[in-house]
């Protein structure tokens, strides 16, 4: 770990892995007392592996053993890079996206990623449930972030079956500030949307499950709807899981968070 | 308090609750459009607070876990020693008070206390709210409440009763309250209210480990069964419960109370509700007015944001919104929940003679998460 305390000032994440808001127009918290925390979940790659695929499957294109390599690697990479390496002191999970083309991102998102959140939520918890709240169809409803560098992900999609690692680093930023945010990062870090996030889930259900305290809102980034003031998100409520639509209204809360991904 | 997501969307209404939606139109349909609009007013980013109204403390109970306790008289003049020469509301005001929240369309008045029901001037501060322009709710332990005089609330214009009711063990509910007789009372008043023809809603006060006992249980069935909602109020660490704070819940008991919601017909002011997903709603979903004008965010909160002999209304709602505290989204109870605030109101308010503490002494303007 590169810092102790405070941050350096050439790193882009502090000693949590928390990414440093630097100079940033919209609203943000420079600082965190971190109060709404995510646990980190245990990085079990076969059971991970198993429980993707079970949505996506995917096994004759990529081995558990091809999973665990690529995805180390990723944390491998971080680790040597001097400016980056603090994310990984956060939390992270890795995950695994099908190869697909697909022409409509919301359609996909509802029809495929939301309900294999649900179904590996449900099967690790069975008293518990995910709720989708958004009951309207988000066909033809959501496009990728302008500089969210989602697009990268899309293409990646399109070649092959793909590996990342999920951090819910952008912690207390606005979703307009962890879009400038991505700017400055280098160009392998993406700004989270439906699919990776989701994936992160159907990997790790337990991402938000806390019982000891309350876990941050994961926003879906990555994605955008044509109203540039609302959001989609993940979170929890009680032991259960939800997916839902907020209006945002660019402002930043000490609950809501955004995450990066990392390809490999 | 009452179901804060109440009256929101039409179409996420049971039957029973657009009857109900269709008979409030039939009766105040200038009351029913606003409240059908308050939907529109959070897209917006607008809020809609409810408005608890504390014109007077006199109570006739002395129950463990008040929250007014440290705001009435009796304990100024035999604990303190203080009078509290500070200027109170009138039936002025409160006409006052209605115009500028119905010009920002806010929707709903409660009347708690204290003891409304052993308040002379009731039905003048009824009437100085405006029922044809605000949806009315009395809180009340409903010790007085036999059905003539629900029958007189619903003539004057109220339209909904909230009821306290801790257990359903007779005992237990009598001991909490302080007061031997009170549960026989309050289940004459449940039924008083409803052949009156007036809305219902349970409350009662959470303290820890109760979501785990059959008793908790044995009340949401209650509920559950007559058909009415069960609002839970956590304990907070103030007013009597400041002596208290064992009675704190903590995360395992607000995640038991949220699975059973899916069950009973339960809910806290956290519990999302038709379509609004609030979280703790302080400003966002409700405000109280107290005896001396000052508006605090949330009826456990001490601390002031602002007096409305100072300022308007509007410019103590922007205030509130503003605070760091207060404003943003967050699912968890601020002063229930969260230590750090918990501490410093502690802190603030500790020897206090006079609650709330102002604006500048509590909230100011300075406030951040971080100090």
């Known amino acids: 770990m590169k810092n102790d305390g405070v941050a350096q000032s050439d790193s882009n994440f502090d000693q949590y892995g928390r990414c440093i808001p630097s100079s940033l127009t919209p609203p943000v918290h420079k600082e965190s007392r971190r109060y709404f925390t995510i646990t980190q979940p245990q990085v079990d790659y076969h059971e991970i592996y ?9 096994s004759a294109q990529l081995s558990v053993s091809d ?90 999609m399109q070649k092959g079956v793909v590996v990342g690692y999920y951090f819910p680093c952008l912690l207390e930023y606005s979703v307009p500030a962890a879009i400038e945010r991505i700017a400055a990062l280098p160009e392998y870090c993406i700004l989270a949307g439906g699919f990776d996030t989701s994936s992160a889930f159907i990997g790790s259900p337990s991402l938000l499950l806390r019982e000891d305290g309350y876990p941050p ?36 809360a000490e609950y809501w968070a955004s995450g990066l991904v990392v390809l490999g | 308090m009452l179901n804060q997501q109440s009256e929101l969307n039409d179409s996420l209404l049971t039957p029973g609750e657009l ?36 014109k007077s403390y006199l109570c006739n109970f002395q ?42 369309g806010l929707a709903r008045f409660v009347i708690t206390g204290g003891e409304p029901l052993v308040m002379r001037d009731l039905d003048e501060v009824v009437a100085a709210i405006d029922p044809e322009k605000h949806y009315v709710i009395v809180d009340t332990n ?14 004057i214009g109220v339209e909904k009763i909230q009821l306290s009711l801790d257990s359903l063990v007779e005992e237990e509910h009598d001991n909490f309250r302080n007061k031997p007789g009170s549960y026989k009372k309050v289940m004459k008043a449940i039924d008083a209210t409803i052949d009156a023809g007036l809305n219902l809603l349970l409350s009662t006060v959470l303290i820890k480990g109760q979501p785990k006992t059959q008793a908790f249980l044995d009340l949401c069935k209650f509920s559950t069964d007559k058909g009415v909602g069960l609002y839970v109020s956590y304990a907070k660490p103030t007013g009597s419960c400041t002596d208290h704070p064992e009675f704190v819940i903590d995360k395992e008991d607000a995640d038991i109370l949220r699975s059973l919601e899916k069950e009973y017909m339960v809910f806290t002011h956290m ?41 308007s209304l509007k410019e103590i709602l922007d205030r509130g919104m503003g605070n760091p505290w207060l404003g943003p989204h967050r699912p968890d109870c601020l002063i229930g929940e969260d230590p750090k605030f918990i501490k410093i109101h502690t802190e603030k308010t500790a020897g206090a003679k006079h609650l709330p503490l102002p604006w500048g002494q509590g909230f100011t303007d300075d406030d951040s998460l971080m100090d």
């Not at chain 1, 198993?50 to 995917?58: E, M, S, Y």
């Not at chain 2, 105040?28 to 608890?52: D, F, H, T």
């Open chain 1, 217 to 252: 809102l994961l926003w879906a980034s990555g994605f955008s709807s044509d109203n540039a003031n609302e959001g989609y998100h993940f979170e929890a409520y009680g032991y259960d899981l939800t997916f839902n639509r907020r209006m945002h209204l660019g402002q930043v």
């Open chain 2, 63 to 104: 129950c463990t876990h008040c929250s007014a306790e440290y705001y009435m008289d009796r304990h100024l003049d035999k604990v303190l020693h203080v009078t509290d020469d500070r200027k109170k509301i009138d039936l002025e005001k409160i006409k006052d008070i209605s115009q500028q929240a119905d010009a920002l």
């Open chain 1, 67 to 156: 999973f665990e390599a690529r995805a180390e690697a990723i944390l491998s990479q971080l680790r040597n890079d001097e400016c980056n390496q603090n994310i990984t002191s956060g939390v992270a999970v890795p995950f695994i996206l099908p190869q697909a083309n697909y022409v409509d991102i919301g359609e996909a998102f509802q029809s495929t990623y939301l309900d294999g959140v649900k179904q590996a939520f449900q099967q690790m918890y069975p008293t518990h449930s995910f709720d989708n709240f958004c009951k309207d169809s988000l066909q033809g409803k959501f496009s990728t972030t302008k500089g969210s560098r989602q697009n990268t992900l899309i293409q990646a």
């Open chain 2, 142 to 155: 409903g010790w007085f409440l036999d059905l003539e005089k629900a029958k007189h609330l619903k003539s």
């Open chain 2, 19 to 54: 009857a109900k939606r269709e008979g409030l139109r039939a009766r105040k349909p200038y009351v029913a459009n606003k409240l059908a609009k308050i939907s529109a007013m959070e897209e917006r980013g607008e809020i809609s607070p409810i408005i608890r109204l504390e």
């Open chain 2, 271 to 311: 519990t999302p509700s038709y379509g609004s997903f609030k979280g703790c709603i302080t400003v966002k979903g409700i405000i109280t007015v107290t005896s001396t004008g000052e508006i605090t965010p949330c009826p456990y909160i001490d601390f002031s944001i602002g007096n409305l002999y100072e300022n």
């Open chain 1, 50 to 58: 198993h429980r993707l695929n079970k949505v996506f499957n995917f």
